[in-house]
C-alpha cells in the first residue's frame, strides 16, 4: 500500500480520537502470494484506463485497511479496558465510516458484472449494523460483549465475503490485478472468504 495512502486514512481515524494512541496497519501475506498495492498500479498502465484502473486498486487497498482496523477492535475488545478500549472503539467507528464511501467508488466502476452490482447491494443493506453497534457502545448502551457479537455475527456471514466479490468485480470491470479477498477477525471459520488480503 502507498505509504500516502495510509496517511491520509490514519490522519482521518487519528483526528477522532480521544487519545493519541497510534495503531499500525496489521501485516499479512496473502496464502496466494499477491502482489503488492504499488504493483498494481503499475499494471495498471497497461489497461485501457489507467485513471480508473488506480483508482480501484487504491480503494479496495483502503478498504482492505478499514477492515483489518475493525477486526484488530474485535479481536481485541473483549480483552482490553480503560484508554485503550475506548481508542479501540473510536478507532473502529473512524475506519467502519470510511467504508460506504469505498462501496460507492467501486460500485461505480463502468461495466461492473451483475454479481458486483448484488454484493453491494447486500452490502448497502447491512453496513449500518457495525458502525450502528459501536456507536451504541461508546454512548454506553450496549456491553463489550453483545457489541462484538453482533458485529462478529453479521460481519462473517454477510459483509466479508460480499465485500471481497466487489473487490473483484470492480478489478475485473477496470482490469485491475485480482485482489485477495477481505481477512476476517478471530471469530470468522478460516474459510474461500479469508484466504487473502488485498494487494498486500
Not at 29 to 43: T, V
Not at 68 to 93: H, P, Q, R
Not at 133 to 161: E, K, P
Request: glycine content about 8%; some cysteine; overall charge negative.
Amino acid at each position: 500500500m502507498k505509504s500516502s495512502t495510509i496517511v491520509a486514512i490514519l490522519s482521518f481515524s487519528v483526528a477522532s480520537l480521544a487519545a493519541p494512541t497510534t495503531y499500525t496497519t496489521p501485516t499479512r501475506s496473502s496464502h496466494f502470494g499477491k502482489r503488492s498495492e504499488q504493483d498494481a498500479i503499475n499494471d495498471c498502465q497497461n489497461t485501457g484506463n489507467p485513471s480508473l484502473c488506480e483508482q480501484v486498486v487504491t480503494a479496495v487497498s483502503s478498504w482492505d485497511t478499514s477492515v483489518n482496523m475493525v477486526n484488530m477492535f474485535l479481536n481485541d475488545a473483549e480483552t482490553s479496558s480503560g484508554e485503550t478500549l475506548i481508542d479501540l472503539e473510536n478507532m473502529a467507528l473512524a475506519f467502519a465510516n470510511l467504508e460506504p464511501g469505498f462501496l460507492s467508488t467501486l460500485v461505480g466502476t463502468p461495466n461492473i458484472s451483475p454479481d458486483g452490482v448484488s454484493a453491494a447491494n447486500t452490502l448497502m443493506q447491512v453496513f449500518s449494523a457495525v458502525p450502528g453497534n459501536l456507536t451504541l457502545l461508546i454512548n454506553g448502551d450496549q456491553s463489550v460483549s453483545s457489541t462484538v457479537d453482533n458485529i462478529n455475527n453479521v460481519r462473517c456471514a454477510q459483509i466479508l465475503g460480499n465485500i471481497g466479490e466487489l473487490w473483484q468485480q470492480a478489478a475485473a470491470a477496470a482490469g485491475a490485478d485480482v485482489p485477495g479477498t477481505p481477512l476476517g477477525p478471530n471469530f470468522c471459520p478460516k474459510s474461500g472468504g479469508n484466504s487473502g488480503d488485498a494487494y498486500n
